[in-house]
Structures are given as C-alpha cells and as structure tokens.
C-alpha cells in the first residue's frame, strides 16, 4: 500500500466586516440624501461602460464607498455584561500591538482587568 500525502493550506486572513449603522438610513432623511446623492455622483463620475461585469463592480464600489464615508459605524456590544469600555479599548490596544514587545504586558493588563470586572459584577449580582 502508498502512503497518502495531505497538504495542508494556510487560509487566508479576511478583513473584518465595518459594522454600518443601516437604520439610520430610514429614520435620518438627511443622512439618506446625503448618502444618495453621493452613490449618485460617483457612480455617474464613470465613464460609459458596455461590459456588465466592470458596470456592476463600479456600482458596487460607488455605494461602498459612499457607506463608508457618510454612514456612521454600529456601537461595540459585548456579550458579557461584565465587560467595561476601559477593556475593550484595551483589547483595541492589545489586537494593534500583535506581533509587537508590549503585546505581553497589555495582554496581562487585559486579564487581569477582566478578572478583577468578573468578579465586581458577580459580587453585585450575589
């Protein structure tokens, strides 16, 4: 019997997904001409185009970037209630410094931090 080779594929790293505040859209009428008027500019700022697949990826672009420029951004929401606005701009901290010297003392500051909230709000609560 051969042996069987596997190889194995390092996956890809995606970009995280920018959290849109949508609902805005429909109750905030001046956010929404905004946004409408600027889909519109910078869809029309491209030349005329025959191929349907290069038309669709100038849309697509057009109302991305317009999204990104005039909607604001989702609130962070965390799904313990434990959870203080001192550790998520430490864990902000922590995911910018990756690969750097001072990743280990934040990381450090980050667990123990949470440690010391876990326990306040599990105190509270008993």
């Known amino acids: ?19 849109l505040n949508l ?26 185009i025959e191929e349907v697949e290069e038309l669709w ?3 697509k672009r057009s109302i991305t970037e317009a999204a990104e420029e005039e909607i604001p951004t989702k609130e ?3 799904k313990q209630k434990w959870v203080t606005e001192d ?3 430490l864990l902000d901290k922590r995911r910018k410094a990756k690969g750097e010297q001072e990743y280990e ?11 010391e909230a876990k326990e306040a709000w599990l105190n509270e609560k008993c």
Do not use: W
């Open 105 to 115: 003392s934040i990381h450090r500051k980050v667990r123990r931090k949470c440690e």
């Open 76 to 78: 962070r929401k965390t």
């Open 57 to 59: 990826k100038q849309l």
């Open 23 to 48: 609902d805005l859209l429909t109750s905030d009428t001046d956010l929404c001409q905004k946004y409408n008027l600027k889909v519109k500019n910078k869809f029309e700022a491209f030349e005329e």
């Open 1 to 19: 019997m051969g042996k069987i080779r596997v190889k194995l594929r390092k996956q890809k790293k995606t970009k995280p997904n920018i959290r």
């Open 87 to 89: 550790i998520l701009n």
